[in-house]
């Protein structure tokens, strides 16, 4: 079955559901020919915050991580997005209306860390003018969390450097969608509290910012 699973996933043919084993959705294979020239993807970058509300494809969703902050160089684990002292602080979770996955870049895969769909944790904090709603149509929400305890150190450079470290992933998300018409917006919008309950975070990790990601509206 194991095998099954991989194989389709190889040939890029899976659902979502298909493609979870246990508690892991093994991705495939990120397309690094696909997209526009990086000038034309930079003549093309905007926010949007309006998409259709679609599922994204097994195969946008791996290759949007990918370029987010997978591994570029796999002989010394280096990724596409640079990070402060080469300490990679950044984890990437994945908010869609089945669950929140955690991005292993090692295994280039998603493991799933709660059930259901939470991205109302990152329409922001509740307020009567829930102008952030817009995000809860999206079928993706990227969420940076930065690892502060990476960096073996403390003070505020160290939190201006995770800052730094989470923009990088974000605009390599932003460029990339760009290069491909989908749709996306950074953004630094969530209910903290929320998410760090539901994520069970530590003190040291700090989630930053996050990026919606789906297809245009038809
Ligand atoms: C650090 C950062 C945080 C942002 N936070 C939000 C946000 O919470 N909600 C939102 O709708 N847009 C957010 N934005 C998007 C900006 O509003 C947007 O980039 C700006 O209006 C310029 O528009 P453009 O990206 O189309 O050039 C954020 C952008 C950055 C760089």
Known sequence: MKRLVMAAVTAGCMTW????????????EPDKTRGTAVMQALADRVSVRECSSEELSLNDMSDVIWAANGINRPEEGRRTAPS?????????????AEGVYLYLPQEHALQQVAEGDHRE??????????A???????PVILLFVSDLSRFGMEGERVKLMAAMDAGIVSENVSLFCASVGLCTVPRASMDEPAVRRLLKLGEQQIPLLN???GYPKK
């Open 132 to 138: 952030q709603d817009f995000v809860k149509d999206f």
């Open 211 to 213: 990026n919606p990601v």
């Open 17 to 28: 559901a298909e493609a979870q084993d246990t508690n892991v959705i093994r991705l495939p």
């Open 121 to 130: 944790a990152l329409a922001g904090p509740p307020s009567p003018a829930r």
């Open 84 to 96: 402060a002292l080469n300490k990679q602080d950044i984890d990437i979770y994945v908010f869609t």
